[in-house]
Nanobody, 118 residues
Framework: QVQLVESVGGLVQPGGSLRRCCAA?????????IGWYRQAPGKQRELVAA???????NYADSVKGRFTISRDNAKNTVYLQMNSLKPEDTAVYYC????????????WGQGTQVTVSS
């Protein structure tokens, strides 16, 4: 069983930056992929960025060029560097990890609020 704990979110001004951390209670080496998702009020939860165990990444079109996902296996932590933040980035952000031969293990963090506002 793996538990994912996200760093505290917060209030950021438009154009600002924030680095999010997702720390796993166990090793993330066995986790096939870890992603960041977000859900804004009245909207469906969406994938923001993901990184595989091999280091491949993918991003939502809305964050390409602004957000960067990375992982540090030694620290069992995945990071999301968020730059040039916009009000539309305001949402609850969740960390998610999938593991197993068929991704049958699905782990979610508790979700933390990020608000982009002046």
């Amino acid at each position: 069983q793996v538990q994912l704990v996200e760093s505290v979110g917060g209030l950021v001004q438009p154009g600002g930056s924030l680095r999010r951390c997702c720390a796993a209670s166990g090793s993330i080496v066995s986790i096939n992929a870890i992603g960041w998702y977000r859900q804004a009020p009245g909207k469906q939860r969406e994938l923001v960025a993901a990184i595989t165990s091999g280091g491949s990444t993918n991003y939502a079109d809305s964050v390409k060029g602004r957000f960067t996902i990375s992982r540090d296996n030694a620290k069992n932590t995945v990071y999301l560097q968020m730059n040039s933040l916009k009000p539309e980035d305001t949402a609850v952000y969740y960390c998610r990890g999938v593991a197993g031969a068929e991704d049958e293990y699905d782990y979610w963090g508790q979700g933390t609020q990020v608000t982009v506002s002046s």
